[in-house]
């Protein structure tokens, strides 16, 4: 067998993303000024991907490493709002972590390594580079959210973070090894022909999506897969909330599409009954549970949730009748619930951050109170960070659900487009809520807000953009069904 | 389309005017907020004007048009048009804007800019629902205008506002959300338009109607509010600060009976007429059991609210007997309630302001020390319920002419309502202005100033003058009300 030098071309920026993460690692430990010097360098990395990523951007579908590695438009626009959200992400946290001790180089480079996972998450085409992306995200993340180790609340949801994950990469391996029983091959497309061909044991293969699906789920944090989603949310401290709810749900949304509709689209009517079920059951119980929150990080765990189960329902409109304007419509509606999730979960928890000082954790109802007395602006972005996501126009978080339930009202399924609603009925009343603490109620605590000035402009950019997409969303909206077209 | 664009700039003006008052910042330069409100409030006021000097009573047809495209992914445009009906609406609610904002002057002292900004961002709003052709468009207005009522009613109103705000907000965000759906479906019945004119041509099976019909009634009953689903409405008045009150009854009891004539009715014909019965028997329920609920308040700013669920019982009647004197008068009717019930909510205030005190009981004898104001306040009353050569006798006289038509035990009912409307304004008045001074509360009050007999005696005037000559209003929506029953007695099965 010959060996071929692979074309490193479609994956130079994860090569980058790789070689920088060792350059931080190093510069980290010998500098004299190791937390300036590793952000510095994690936002460079970013950046220079983001760079190599436009550069390499072609429009073409490329593969790569004997078909392991996809290069595609998809991939190339998940990626560029991923670097963009692990951006945000790092800056917002950037005083929390400092004024905690836990600005350290170690979590720098654990962020990049959780950033190059979920880089390979988006562009694998091959069932094993999807896991090992996984678990390079997976191991990142449990060990960022013990990072401050003598609170116990952050080292049990830690705890309880790895042990589920665990079984969840367990049961995804689970079902990747049943698919390659049956299929023989375990590249992406390869296995979607082999089910056209009708070869392999049907009965394994559908044990196999069954597995996969549960691991999905639990990834997605779905419901009934998503009992560790409070807990951690609560536990690690917030910046690290803020990472974890923010950016893997874009690598989420991409190991979605490339397991279940490039590769086992197949079986397309048995995963869409199941994945219904999932998305019914998390909107419900979402909603549901948030209500009876007074911790704002619980409550956006919960919510969360319910927004996952609204981002499936768009993915599962999808299948209907094979028409390909229809999936696209479905899918790239369900791409853009999720990108725009992504933007007001950032704004969310940077809020947070933003009320949080040396000592003192912002994260109960009670912390918000007043705020619009200590500080009108910040109240009024978090308002409409709340009503985006409610549902509530102008905000981006309209034009999320409406794409939703359009998809979904297109696909025929007008009753679950009527309980999706009823539910966000229910959802509105806990975002207002926190409105309502923050606008109607006097506060407790009037210590003026210490945030840095960067932190406090991006903040605010972040919330006028979730209203300018709320006012023309259409050139997001175009973007990603322009970006699925090559996928599908 | 030519010229100025009159609408958008009806809907934006006073939407940048509410962001620049917003912008201006802390209490320290609250007239600064102040006067920004005013100017921008009757800048919105001037742009208004045009629409209704410029327009052609002649046709039904929508005048005024813009088209761009908002969001041609899912085929939805910036579409804006007025017809005889809705210019009318926004005209008022741009009048109205201006009330208010002279109406907050003195009484807010805080957060002046945001109190400010939140009506006249409102008043953008409900102008862009009275004027949006298009589907989604006029759904996005609809529900953002929530947001500052919430604000409103949450941040300046009574003891108990927080409960009544997000009352105020779920339950009428219920109605919306189903309406959404319907929405989503018709644009799907359409081959993708989002466009209204086109689904008013749509030929709809009777199951459909029905189904849409009940997702619009839900929707706009909430907002009117009709019968069974009218609770959050005392309760938001009472709690809500003066402004806060007079656009709720003023407007925002009108987005509802508004979404009937331009959805309802023109989109599911069919269905409107099977259901009419269900409709005629909860508003004439509205009419004599509300009214008799409102005789027995305590609380001034209730026996309004109850009053105008009353009134607004009344104007659904007036749609759903299906002729012209009917639908005309029930318009007439929405527009003079504008008129009457912001005055009265004017009045209370007024009242409020110096006693700080709802309770009928409290007061007595007002017209020994306020005389200016009980004249003013007697005129409003008498609005109130009916009384000939004000406002509120022109359409009340016109719907129930029209019932009668329909069916003389209808009309019978309805019209009872010009005694309970009697019986409650008037006995409320001459408890609280006429008689003895009942206290020392009472005797230290002052009357009117100046800024206050000005709003009150433009606003009395409105109420006259439409009492007497209501033929500028009725000449501007004949057209297009005739046109509407036309479409509405073609079936479209």
Redesign the interface.
Same mark, same amino acid.
Request: aromatic share 22%; no cysteine; proline share 3%.
């Given at each position: 067998m010959n060996f071929v030098i692979p074309d490193f071309y479609p994956a130079a920026a994860e090569l980058f993303v790789v070689a920088m993460s060792f350059v931080i690692l190093l510069a980290g430990t010998f500098s004299k000024q190791p937390r300036n010097v590793a952000y510095a360098l994690s936002q460079l990395t970013l950046i220079g991907a983001a760079a190599i990523t436009l550069f390499t951007m072609d429009g073409q579908v490329s593969f790569t490493f004997s078909n392991m590695y996809v290069d595609d438009l998809m991939g190339d626009f998940l990626k560029l709002i991923l670097y963009f959200a692990v951006a945000i992400a790092l800056l917002y946290s950037r005083s929390y972590m400092h004024e905690r001790k836990i600005e350290t180089t170690e979590y720098y480079v654990l962020v990049i390594f959780a950033t190059l996972g979920m880089m390979v998450m988006i562009t694998a085409n091959h069932f094993l580079t999807i896991y090992l992306g996984l678990e390079l995200l997976s191991l990142a993340s449990y060990a960022m959210v013990a990072l401050l180790r003598d609170s116990a609340r952050a080292t049990e949801a830690a705890m309880k973070y790895f042990v589920l994950g665990s079984l969840a990469s367990g049961l995804l391996l689970y079902g990747i090894s049943m698919l390659y029983g049956a299929a023989g091959t375990l590249e992406i497309s390869g296995v979607a022909q082999a089910i056209y061909q009708q070869a392999g044991n049907k009965t394994v293969l559908m044990f196999g999506l069954v597995f996969i699906v549960a691991g999905l789920a639990f990834k997605l944090g779905v419901v009934p897969f998503h009992m560790w989603i409070p807990d951690v949310y609560h536990g690690a401290p917030t910046s690290i909330t803020l990472f974890i709810a923010s950016a893997p749900k874009l690598a989420a949304f991409a190991m979605a599409m490339r397991l279940l509709v490039n590769g086992l689209f197949e079986f397309a009517e048995q995963w869409q009954s199941m994945l219904m079920v999932l998305a019914v059951l998390s909107i419900v119980l979402g909603n549901l549970a948030a209500i009876a929150q007074s911790n704002l990080k619980r409550m956006l765990g919960y919510s969360g949730i319910s927004h996952m189960g609204f981002m499936l329902l768009g993915l599962v409109s999808g299948v209907v009748g094979g028409d390909r304007h229809f999936a696209l419509n479905a899918y790239s509606s369900a791409m853009f619930y999720v990108v725009s999730y992504v933007l007001t979960s950032l704004a969310s928890f940077g809020v947070l951050l933003l009320l949080s000082r040396a000592g003192f954790e912002a994260e109960t109802l009670d912390d918000f109170k007043g705020l619009n007395k200590r500080n009108s602006w910040f109240a009024g972005v978090m308002a409409m960070v709340m009503f985006s996501m409610a549902g509530i126009p102008f905000f981006v978080g309209f034009f999320a659900k409406f794409s939703v339930l359009q998809a979904v009202v297109a696909a025929g399924y007008i009753w679950i487009a009527i309980l999706a609603v009823v539910m966000s009925l229910i959802g509105a009343y806990y975002y207002l809520r926190v409105v309502k603490v923050m606008f109607f109620d006097e506060p407790l605590d009037a210590t003026p807000l210490t945030a840095p000035a960067d932190m406090r402009v991006l903040l605010s950019l972040n919330g006028i953009a979730i209203a300018g997409l709320g006012l023309v969303p259409q050139g997001l909206m175009s973007l990603c069904a322009y970006s699925l077209l090559g996928s599908l | 389309m030519t010229g100025i664009p009159f609408l958008s700039l009806a809907i934006w003006v006073p939407i940048v005017g509410g962001l620049l008052a917003l912008a201006s910042g802390s209490d320290r330069n609250a007239s600064v907020a102040r006067f920004l409100a005013l100017f921008f409030a009757l800048a919105g006021l001037a742009v208004s004007i045009p629409l209704y000097t410029g327009f052609d009573v002649t046709t039904s047809a929508m005048q005024f048009v813009e088209a761009y495209p908002?969001?041609?992914?899912?085929n939805i445009n910036y579409v804006l048009g007025v017809d005889g009906i809705s210019v009318l609406f926004v005209l008022l609610n741009s009048f109205i804007t201006v009330i208010v904002v002279v109406a907050g002057w003195e009484v807010i002292q805080e957060?002046v800019a945001?109190y400010m900004a939140a009506f006249l961002i409102m008043s953008g709003l409900i102008n862009g629902i009275f004027s949006a052709l298009d589907g989604?468009l006029f759904?996005?207005?609809f529900? #953002?205008s929530? !947001?500052p009522l919430? !604000?409103i009613i949450?941040?300046w109103g009574g003891a108990n506002?927080?409960y009544a #705000? !997000?009352k105020f907000?779920?339950y009428t965000? #219920?109605g919306s959300?189903?309406m959404? !759906?319907a929405l989503?479906?018709l644009?799907?019945e359409s081959g993708g338009s989002f466009n209204i004119l086109d689904w008013h041509q749509l030929k709809l099976g009777m199951d459909v109607q029905s189904l849409i019909f009940l997702a619009f009634l839900v929707s706009f009953a909430v907002k009117v509010p009709m019968f069974p689903v009218h609770t959050w409405l005392p309760d938001a008045h009472v709690e809500a600060p003066t402004g806060g009150s007079i656009v709720l009854a003023a407007i925002a009891l009108k987005l509802g009976a508004y979404g009937f004539l331009r959805f309802a009715l023109p989109i599911a014909p069919d269905a409107s007429h099977a259901f009419a019965p269900l409709i005629i028997t909860l508003s004439l329920i509205a009419v004599i059991y509300i009214g008799f609920i409102a005789l027995v308040q305590t609380d001034m700013k209730k026996l309004v609210a109850y009053s105008s669920i009353s009134h607004m019982g009344f104007v659904t009647l007036g749609f759903f007997i299906f002729n012209p004197l009917g639908v005309e008068g029930a318009i007439v009717q929405m527009i003079s309630h504008g008129f009457v019930s912001a005055a009265m909510f004017a009045s209370i205030g007024v009242l409020y302001d110096r006693m700080h005190s709802r309770q009928i009981a409290d007061y007595g004898g007002v017209v020994n020390v306020m005389p200016k104001f009980a004249a003013l306040f007697m005129l409003f009353a008498m609005a109130n319920s009916g009384l000939p050569a004000t406002s509120g006798f022109v359409g009340e006289f016109m719907v129930a002419l029209g019932a009668v038509k329909f069916n003389f035990w209808i009309g019978f009912g309805a019209a009872t309502t010009l005694i309970l409307g009697a019986a409650y304004t008037l006995w409320m008045y001459k408890r609280v202005v006429f008689g003895a001074v009942a206290n020392h509360h009472v005797a230290e009050l002052t009357d009117i100033n100046n800024r206050e007999f000005v709003f009150l005696a433009i606003l009395a005037v409105c109420v006259l003058a439409m009492g007497i000559y209501p033929f500028p209003v009725t000449e501007v929506m004949h057209a297009s009300v005739n046109e509407l029953l036309k479409h509405v007695a073609v079936s479209k099965l």
């Open positions: - | 908002w969001i041609p992914r899912f957060k945001q989604v759904y996005v207005f529900e #953002a929530l !947001i919430f !604000i949450g941040v506002r927080v #705000a !997000i907000f779920l965000l #219920a959300l189903l959404l !759906i989503l479906y644009f799907m």
